[in-house]
């Protein structure tokens, strides 16, 4: 048993691994000061503290409870957000980071593994599925401060030791998207068709993201903490799937015609991503197990239930 803290405990992603790793038998904290956090998500049996990554009194926790493993998960995670405020972007997703990571070493955290992101590291890439041998050039804000950090947690282990993984995750998706504030197109669309709202589909509908079911990302982060690696790992499925094909799979699944709007494309929107997950298969022992149509399936049954 490790005691561990979750930054973001209360979030979609966060949540979910805060409930696998007490299922293992992990004692766990989460810190989430509750702005896209719901409190109906954490679990129970973790010691709560409702406090912001950028607060200098996150030093008092650490020192109370001298934690083995963290896992930042707390960010600022709309990219159009970082478009518009990219100060914001950076004070959270790059400053509240630092000082985890700062009060990591300071406390001899055995290892930091953090939640990076693949899709918007990359940008544009021109081979695809993308490795993390490819370059990383990104085209947001938000691209830009998650590659930032994982500089910060480099140059943490050369000169401090302080050992970390970072998984560079595509588009996850599944429950406690949508209500936790952090909506991607699938739970989005789910809940638009679960409470008969019009969605929204952007220029032709065929651009490509890579789509993980959040129980894959959940693994996933289980899997980093045994390994000695350090560096960063895609976590993601190597398929390209457009809007249409998941307009049909919601179809399919619930028996309905999907009610949409065509609008113009986004300025500057990516067109193409998915992730190279052999390093992941290699080094974590991981896959991917849910195939897109299932995953669909149980969002859509948890989104009718909520």
Same mark, same amino acid.
């Given at each position: 048993?490790?005691?561990?803290?979750?930054?973001?405990?209360?979030?979609?992603?966060?949540?979910?691994?805060?409930?696998?790793?007490?299922?293992?038998?992990?004692?766990?904290?989460?810190?989430?000061?509750?702005?896209?956090?719901?409190?109906?998500?954490?679990?129970?049996?973790?010691?709560?503290?409702?406090?912001?990554?950028?607060?200098?009194?996150?030093?008092?926790?650490?020192?109370?409870?001298?934690?083995?493993?963290?896992?930042?998960?707390?960010?600022?995670?709309?990219?159009?957000?970082?478009?518009?405020?990219?100060?914001? $972007?950076?004070?959270?997703?790059?400053?509240?980071?630092?000082?985890?990571?700062?009060?990591?070493? +300071?406390?001899?955290?055995?290892?930091?593994?953090?939640?990076?992101?693949?899709?918007?590291?990359?940008?544009?890439?021109?081979?695809?599925?993308?490795?993390?041998?490819?370059?990383?050039?990104?085209?947001?804000?938000?691209?830009?401060?998650?590659?930032?950090?994982?500089?910060?947690?480099?140059?943490?282990?050369?000169?401090?030791?302080?050992?970390?993984?970072?998984?560079?995750?595509?588009?996850?998706?599944?429950?406690?998207?949508?209500?936790?504030?952090?909506?991607?197109?699938?739970?989005?669309?789910?809940?638009?068709?679960?409470?008969?709202?019009?969605?929204?589909?952007?220029? $032709?509908?065929?651009?490509?993201?890579?789509?993980?079911?959040?129980?894959?990302?959940?693994?996933?982060?289980?899997?980093?903490?045994?390994?000695?690696?350090?560096?960063?790992?895609?976590?993601?499925? /190597?398929?390209?799937?457009?809007?249409?094909?998941?307009?049909?799979?919601?179809?399919?699944?619930?028996?309905?015609?999907?009610?949409?709007?065509?609008?113009?494309? +986004?300025?500057?929107?990516?067109?193409?991503?998915?992730?190279?997950? /052999?390093?992941?298969? +290699?080094?974590?022992?991981?896959?991917?197990?849910?195939?897109?149509?299932?995953?669909?399936?149980?969002?859509?049954?948890?989104?009718?239930? +909520?």
């Amino acid at each position: 048993m490790s005691k561990i803290l979750v930054t973001g405990g209360a979030g979609f992603i966060g949540s979910n691994l805060v409930d696998e790793l007490i299922k293992i038998g992990h004692k766990v904290a989460v810190i989430d000061n509750l702005s896209t956090g719901k409190k109906e998500y954490l679990n129970p049996k973790a010691k709560f503290y409702k406090i912001d990554i950028g607060s200098p009194a996150i030093s008092k926790i650490f020192k109370r409870e001298k934690f083995d493993y963290v896992f930042h998960l707390a960010a600022q995670i709309d990219v159009r957000i970082s478009v518009d405020n990219p100060e914001l $972007d950076n004070k959270i997703n790059v400053l509240g980071a630092v000082n985890i990571l700062k009060n990591c070493s +300071k406390y001899k955290v055995k290892k930091i593994i953090f939640s990076s992101t693949g899709g918007a590291i990359y940008g544009e890439a021109k081979i695809v599925p993308t490795a993390e041998s490819y370059p990383a050039d990104p085209v947001s804000p938000y691209g830009i401060h998650k590659l930032t950090f994982e500089k910060y947690l480099n140059y943490f282990y050369q000169v401090y030791g302080q050992k970390y993984t970072a998984l560079r995750f595509a588009n996850v998706y599944g429950p406690r998207q949508y209500r936790g504030g952090e909506a991607g197109v699938v739970s989005i669309f789910i809940d638009n068709l679960v409470n008969n709202k019009p969605s929204q589909v952007f220029g $032709d509908g065929k651009q490509t993201r890579d789509y993980v079911y959040v129980s894959g990302i959940v693994s996933a982060l289980v899997a980093a903490i045994k390994t000695n690696f350090t560096g960063v790992i895609n976590i993601g499925t /190597a398929k390209e799937i457009d809007l249409w094909e998941i307009i049909k799979y919601i179809e399919k699944a619930t028996g309905e015609k999907f009610n949409y709007k065509k609008m113009p494309a +986004k300025l500057g929107e990516q067109r193409r991503s998915s992730l190279d997950y /052999a390093r992941a298969k +290699k080094i974590l022992k991981w896959q991917p197990l849910i195939k897109l149509e299932e995953g669909i399936r149980r969002t859509i049954t948890w989104s009718k239930n +909520k």
